[in-house]
């Protein structure tokens, strides 16, 4: 579980690279039909394993009891054996069947364990595919809420172990019940008080766990901030993505002390618990002890009456352990139930998030030719503000349109929208004339390729990097090579096994590559799918300056039947664009091109300017060095 989640974490946020804190459900109540729907999905990942560790556990709570009489009946017998009562052949025969019960419970425990073992790998394979496959039908939005990351996080943290949890201890519920039963039964047989006195003992030291149990969970509930926060500290002292920038300002010893101070507060709480935990578990203690005394009491005033056998007096005091024990399980089953249930409403609450059916809509068909904003606004789920407003422009095939703009202005927002990862919450999209929103946004995304800024530099082989882009080519490899050239990711060709070379130091055997490489392989991975709109989400990081004039260039001269969409802070690559759209605060202020927004003298060309001189004094510089 734990090396899953190490693994899973990464590929699924760059926002955590280390394992989830651990944290407690959002809520303290508990549904009915979670719990039905926990033992359907038990049910559901292995009916025979199910069904066979219901069975073995319900056959073996009969078994305490039987084990007990048996041991009655052998010890009366051997106290009888002496003065002529029991033959050596009866002796023989409660011992076979002593022997026999030993024998039938190892049976039912070795195949209630299997089944066990084994219904719990199905069911957290089964969970863990429903998590995923929930996952990757998630609208992107929600993986930039923390809530909902933080619900996928939890959910997947409790996979392996909450849902048989819950069944396991519906089950042990039910066999204590039995076994409770049957040797109450047993005991009732030495007086009308004992019964009750035993398992009034019983119940405070239950009572002290539970009450216990659930004040731990609510301090965890309560920490599961500070948690994440300490974790992410945690995280950026083990990051390889990290630990330059660390090093190099030496902040360490802050990030260790800050982790500190969170692990003190979190200790500080469990000190308080554990002291008033032990308070009550010993007062819990003596008064069982109390009471045990008591029943003990009345047996022995019994026994000196001449109204017991030896066999009734070992039966009394093996049958207070067992019922000590099964009200213990009996309690803690249904606090432990509970206490499941919670954490399975993390998993079920993140199982019922609205998914965004990325194939409903009409099939798209073809080229796109143009896309037109009508009057496009956005804002972000649960947020108050529109961060896009009125924005309405048009591009067509063969044009390359640049966004400018500061941080925040928009731009990126405006690409999740073009790209159909988010719907517009005003205005409308059109694509070749029609309203994008009648068609699905897969098959519209299948006609747009694009790198962002933080692309993915995937732990897969080369090729995969490149064919992920269109896995239905996965095995093209010429396509594949045609891609690299064009990305200029020769480098490819000189790696150890050429495109099959597995990247990425994750994993054994890996090949790292360079930043600047890595950018290539992107690069690739957006020629690779022919689509028919482009877009370059700020490249800058991605690809060095002359690449990313390079590319647009190309894409210019070659490309005429495309259409170019560039987020840019070089003016240089900005330039080239034949139209010019200038972001502010979600509204389009300027646009044109390049030589119609200098004349204008507004925004944009203030901002060329700056960056010109910026430019021309490097160029000075250089000159004179
Ligand atoms: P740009 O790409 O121009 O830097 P963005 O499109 O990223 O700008 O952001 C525009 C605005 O939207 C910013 O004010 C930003 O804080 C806000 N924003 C971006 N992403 C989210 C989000 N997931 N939830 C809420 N607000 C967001």
């Not at 050596?88 to 026999?100: D, F």
């Not at 209630?112 to 069911?123: C, S």
């Not at 059109?430 to 006609?447: I, T, Y």
């Not at 990425?504 to 992107?522: D, H, N």
Request: hydrophobic letters at 45%; proline letters at 4%.
């Amino acid at each position: 579980m734990e090396s899953e989640r190490c693994r899973l974490a990464p590929v699924m946020s760059s926002r955590s690279p280390g394992p989830p804190p651990s944290s407690a459900p959002a809520s303290l109540q508990v549904r009915t039909a979670d719990f039905r729907n926990t033992l359907a999905l038990v049910w559901q990942a292995s009916p025979r394993h199910a069904a066979t560790f219901v069975l073995t556990s319900l056959l073996s709570s009969i078994l305490p009891a039987a084990t007990l009489w048996v041991g009655k009946l052998l010890l009366d017998a051997v106290a009888h054996a002496g003065a002529g009562g029991a033959s050596y052949t009866r002796l023989l025969q409660l011992l076979g069947l002593q022997v026999g019960l030993t024998v039938v419970g190892g049976l039912l425990s070795t195949v209630q364990g299997a089944a066990r073992e084994l219904l719990g790998d199905a069911l957290q394979h089964r969970t863990s595919r429903s998590i995923l496959e929930k996952a990757s039908g998630l609208p992107v939005e929600a993986f930039e809420r923390a809530e909902t990351y933080d619900q996928l996080q939890q959910a997947y943290r409790e996979v392996g172990s909450r849902p048989l949890g819950v069944a396991t201890q519906l089950v042990g519920l039910a066999s204590a019940l039995v076994t409770l039963a049957s040797v109450g039964a047993l005991l009732a047989r030495l007086g009308w008080a004992v019964l009750p006195l035993v398992l009034l003992a019983a119940l405070p030291g239950v009572w002290v766990s539970n009450k216990f149990g659930v004040e731990g969970y609510r301090m965890l509930r309560r920490q599961t901030h500070d948690a994440r926060v300490q974790n992410y500290l945690g995280s950026v002292l083990t990051s390889d993505a990290l630990v330059k920038e660390v090093r190099l300002f030496g902040f360490e010893p802050y990030l260790l002390s800050r982790w500190r101070e969170y692990y003190l507060g979190f200790r500080r709480q469990l000190e308080d618990v554990v002291r008033r935990r032990s308070g009550w578990t010993f007062a819990a203690a003596l008064f069982s002890a109390l009471l045990v005394g008591l029943a003990s009491a009345l047996v022995l005033r019994r026994a000196a009456g001449g109204g017991l056998t030896v066999g009734d007096f070992s039966l009394f005091v093996l049958g207070l352990a067992q019922v000590q024990g099964q009200v213990g399980n009996v309690l803690n089953g249904v606090s432990g139930i509970y206490q499941n249930l919670l954490y399975m409403r993390n998993l079920f609450g993140f199982l019922e998030l609205p998914a965004r059916d990325l194939n409903s809509g009409e099939e798209w068909q073809g080229p796109i030719h143009s896309i037109e904003f009508q009057d496009v606004g956005f804002r972000y789920p649960l947020t108050e503000r529109d961060v896009l407003r009125g924005v309405s422009f048009r591009v067509e095939r063969g044009q390359a349109l640049a966004l400018v703009g500061e941080n925040g202005a928009g731009k990126t927002t405006l690409v999740k929208l073009l790209t159909r990862l988010f719907e517009p919450t005003g205005g409308r999209i059109l694509l070749n004339g029609q309203d994008a929103a009648l068609f699905s946004p897969r098959s519209v995304q299948r006609e747009m390729s694009s790198i962002f800024q933080d692309f993915g530099q995937y732990q897969m082989s080369a090729g995969e990097n490149v064919a992920v882009a269109q896995t239905g080519r996965m095995d093209d490899e010429p396509g594949i090579g045609q891609a690299v050239d064009r990305a200029g990711a020769a480098f490819v060709e000189t790696l150890p096994e050429g495109l099959q070379t597995p990247l990425g130091r994750l994993f054994q055997g890996g090949q790292q590559l360079s930043g600047g490489q890595w950018q290539r392989l992107a690069l690739a991975r957006l020629y690779f799918r022919g689509a028919s709109v482009l877009v370059f989400d700020e490249p800058t990081a991605a690809l060095d300056a002359r690449a990313e004039f390079d590319t647009i260039e190309a894409l210019r001269r070659e490309t005429r039947d495309r259409i170019t969409v560039l987020i840019s802070h070089r003016f240089s690559t900005v330039r080239l664009a034949d139209r010019i759209v200038v972001l502010e605060g979600g509204k389009i202020t300027e646009s044109g091109t390049h030589g119609e927004l200098l004349a204008l003298g507004g925004r944009y060309a203030q901002l060329y300017e700056l960056q010109a001189r910026g430019y021309a004094e490097e160029e000075r510089q250089k000159a004179e060095g």
